[in-house]
């Protein structure tokens, strides 16, 4: 007699269970995985282009002297009648000068001068807002200068402060020889927002080199009082996440976003 082979399967109920249990799990796991990614990625272009900035930079001393002999204007801003504020051309011809001395040492895929209002960077009034959430101004193009480099990079800024570079820095005057600051823009390119400590981190440019805000000697804008998505008050309010580049560079993540407890 030949035996039969009997085989124990799923139900329907119980496939229909198990692909619910996995929806489930997917959808709390998912998110998270691709905001993990997307931080990655952001934290991987930050240390390359801080990278890029300080060789270009450290090239561009060695051609032309430190910045200090690059016969700037600082970028001062006024107020025109209507009330609003603007930069005189020399201001932003000086900007457009600063980066023109390190553009040879970067691969640039696009540049739009300070005080070119039909640039396709950014969108017509793109915001930028703090890590806590508040709007702090519009990203205008006729007041900086923005060069997106050919990973999607984008450098905006150049506020000169000092073309003399004798700008003093933080609670006890830890830098010296500050010249200039500007952020780097690591969100792409085209979006409605920007959120500092997560699209834009700040730095400075000094005498000599590039240092980024809120690093471990609070220096200026320190961490964490500077870059915390759960402050509210005088140092977490408008310039919230200034203080937050020094520790994505030494840390390589943003777990501020998720913790409060941290420092350094």
């Known amino acids: 007699m030949k035996l039969i082979k009997s085989f124990s399967a799923f ?30 990625v952001k934290i991987t272009k930050l240390k390359k282009a801080y990278s890029v900035l300080m060789n270009a930079y450290n090239l561009a ?16 801003s006024e107020v025109d009648e209507n009330g609003n504020s603007t930069v005189p051309d020399e201001g932003l011809n000086s900007v457009n000068s600063l980066w023109t001395n390190l553009l040879p040492y970067m691969k640039v895929d696009q ?18 807002y703090s890590l806590s959430g508040r709007q702090n101004s519009d990203l205008s193009q006729t007041k900086f200068l923005a060069i997106r480099l050919d990973d999607g990079t984008i450098l905006w800024g150049g506020f000169i402060g000092s073309a003399s570079c004798s700008l003093v820095r933080g609670q006890s005057k830890q830098l010296q020889n500050v010249c200039a600051d500007f952020g780097i823009i690591v969100g792409g390119s085209g979006k409605d927002k920007y959120y500092v400590g997560k699209d834009i981190f700040y730095f400075y440019l000094t005498k000599n080199s590039i240092v980024p805000l809120g690093t471990k000697d609070n220096i200026t804008r320190p961490f964490p009082e500077y870059c915390n998505p759960n402050i509210a008050g005088a140092a977490g309010g408008q310039y919230n996440g200034y203080g937050c580049a020094a520790w994505v560079l030494t840390k390589g993540n943003m777990d501020y976003l998720r913790r409060d407890d941290l420092d350094w």
């Open 11 to 40: 139900t329907l109920a119980e496939v229909l269970i198990t692909l619910a249990i996995i929806g489930v799990v997917a959808a709390v796991t998912i998110p998270s995985l691709v905001n993990k990614y997307q931080e990655r």
């Open 61 to 76: 001393i060695a051609e032309h002297g430190t910045l200090d002999n690059w016969n700037l204007e600082n970028t001062e």
């Open 111 to 128: 540049i739009c001068l300070a005080g070119n209002s039909n640039c396709s960077i950014f969108k017509n009034n793109t915001k930028i």
